[in-house]
């Protein structure tokens, strides 16, 4: 089952997901799969990613554990800046 970015588009405490994984940019850039409702730090640090949208990367520089990032996103960057949070997916 896929998350419906464009009809279920709102995170809030009624959504969260019941699974999720540490994300992993060992082996480079982490394109986000579309069950991926969320994505949280789980250690703080600078996040790169692409929202699904956009046309460019954003960096949150910084950020604090326990944020959730506030777009859907096709990509977590390991490359072009380089997100140095850990980070951890919320799946539906």
């Known amino acids: 089952m896929t998350w419906d970015r464009e009809k279920f588009g709102r995170l809030d405490y009624d959504s969260y997901g019941f699974d999720g994984a540490e994300i992993d940019?060992?082996?480079g850039?982490?394109?986000?799969p579309d069950?991926?409702?969320?994505i949280m730090v789980v250690a703080e640090g600078?996040?790169?990613c692409r929202p699904k949208k956009a046309g460019a990367d954003i960096t949150i520089a910084g950020a604090?554990?326990?944020?959730?990032?506030?777009w859907h996103c096709s990509h977590i960057r390991q490359t072009s800046g380089g997100t140095t949070a850990s980070l951890a997916t919320v799946i539906g």
């Open 25 to 27: 940019l060992s082996a």
């Open 29 to 32: 850039d982490f394109p986000v």
């Open 35 to 38: 069950t991926v409702k969320g």
């Open 46 to 48: 600078d996040v790169v």
């Open 64 to 70: 604090p554990v326990g944020l959730m990032l506030p």
